[in-house]
């Protein structure tokens, strides 16, 4: 056995076993009305806010509600989603609401105007704060809310640190010590939303051309990347990997799991933020009245005290615990802390660093897309390059040029709007691939370039294209 199947042993000696099924959601087979819900939520989240809704809506219009929840993917998913169906149905796609996903992707589909606003009642709106710690809880033109919020950090297990006698994270940039290198999880951020604020915060806190440095040097560490942001601390916990990039209620839910002498959380001091977990109702939704009443549910104390209240306490979730922040300042000091889950109130915490929201809402994709083609797609080779360094004790001297980005942060925000032009990002997206592998030392990078132009819009129609002459041939031949 190696010296990492022998870590991985001595911390799973530590977890008990457990079996968990799908708890599925309250039953309303023969609702009057219905609502139409896409979200990146687990089952937990739709489970308590299904049943919740149903006494909510029948005290304020007697009447049933079946809620649909749509499953598409994570947030980055989502969004492609919801984009491509309004470009054939620009009126309109039989979707009523979109729940959770961090508060970017709302400001984009606001931009491209396809929420609806919705100004709730002023008993509603007067208990929301317009902001905390300097970004907007909600939109001012009512299209999209937060519905609670989320801080994000760094998850490491405790006993893989004791034993592998690696240090206590306090920064992001302890990440990129090289006396971590395999020990570090991470997420896709093109996959999931709450990946890729994380990645976003580095390159405000840091700037751009550090930022760089840090991201590339914590990916040259990383073991891998995962599908889910939820993934990352799971990851840990089973100690696959000692530190992990991770929102703050998956490091909770671990932390539950296991206990806190196993599990720990930091939030790096000055260089992190919390921002809302946003909800909306999309343009031309087919049940707008439902839609409205379950904004004002979630909105509401009864929806607010299911985030952070224990399951079976008064007014708090029936099955499951969501470890999430309300967004009523006034119930951190009215619930019975014998009663909530979560004790840290987000509205006494200050920092100094504020966050430009719409700076990382303009740049998200092209951020997402330099980081897939840089440090992800391009991971083997660059983890070779890395490991070469540490051998020659070169890694200083190194950083500044794996780290080097082809466009200057001023570039990365004028792309947003040519972005959406599928040819001229797989062109670029190519180029960039070919540059990692001439930054890293090796050819492996063109499969990376050859992907994208592959599974993007244009490469599918241009696989499409092979195939049918492909099957014409052989029909002829």
Known sequence: MNRRSVILSLVRCFLLAGVFLPAGVPDAASAQDRLVIVSPHWEGIRYEFTRGFDAFYRAETGRTAEIEWMDVGGTSEIIRFIKSEYTGRPEGIGIDMMFGGGSDPFMELSRLDLLAPYRLPEVLLSRLPAEVGGYPVYDSEYRWYGATMAGFGIVYNKR????????????WEDLTDPRLYSWVGAADPRKSGSAHVPFEIILQVYGWERGWQI??????????????????????????VAYGMAID???????NAVGPDMIGYTMPDNLTILNPDGISILKGAPNMAVAQSFLRYILSEAGQRLWMQKPGTPGGPERFQLNRFTVLPDLYGRIDPAHTSVTFNPFTWRSSFVYD?????????????????????AHAALQRRWRRAMEEGDLERLLPALGSMPITEEESLALGDRWRDQAYRNRTLLAWSR?????????????????????????????????????LKRRSG
Do not use: C
């Open 249 to 255: 209620f998956y490091a909770w839910a671990q932390i």
């Open 215 to 240: 991201i590339t040097a914590l990916g040259a560490n990383a073991r891998g990347f995962a599908g889910t942001g939820s993934q990352v601390p799971k990851d840990v916990t089973s100690g696959e």
């Open 160 to 171: 893989v640190a004791q034993l592998v006698q690696l240090p206590v994270p306090e920064t």
């Open 435 to 471: 540059l990692a592998a001439e930054k890293y030392g090796s050819g492996a990078s063109g499969w990376a370039g050859a992907r994208y132009m592959l599974f993007s819009g244009s490469g599918l129609v241009l696989a499409g294209m092979v195939l049918y002459l492909w099957r």
């Open 357 to 377: 929201a719409g700076k990382g809402a303009a740049r998200r994709h092209i951020v997402d897309d330099m980081i897939g083609v840089f440090v992800i797609d």
